[in-house]
């Protein structure tokens, strides 16, 4: 939908609190670096101390709450599991697909 043949798996949160994600998002990571999520991927489904060096690799704030990891996303108010972020990218492409074959879609792999 923004024109390239891929998207960026980045999500960011601008100060309004509005959801932006792939390449405008990506845009976002100079001004807004505590707010733009990106290779979150490598948080998922893993124990805090095995990403104990990538957490220092984000500019983004990654706690650890239990045995869980969660981004603490400011803009939005809340704090997000690494699944989140990652189905929020997902998302857009379900829609921009949607766009494309003007059909929705409801089933994806």
Known sequence: ??????????????????????????RQAVVNPENTFYSVKRFVGRNPS??????????????VSGQKLVIDCKNAGKKFAPEEIS???????????????????TKAV
Do not use: C, F, H, M
Not at 50 to 63: F, H, P
């Open 1 to 26: 939908a923004e024109g390239a043949r891929t998207t960026p798996s980045v999500v960011a949160y601008t100060k309004s609190g509005e959801l932006l994600v792939g390449q405008i998002a990506k």
């Open 50 to 63: 095995e990403v104990s060096n990538e957490l220092t690799e984000v500019a983004y704030i990654v706690e």
């Open 87 to 105: 189905a929020q990218v997902l998302r857009k492409l379900s829609a921009d697909a949607g766009k494309y074959l003007n059909a929705k879609i």
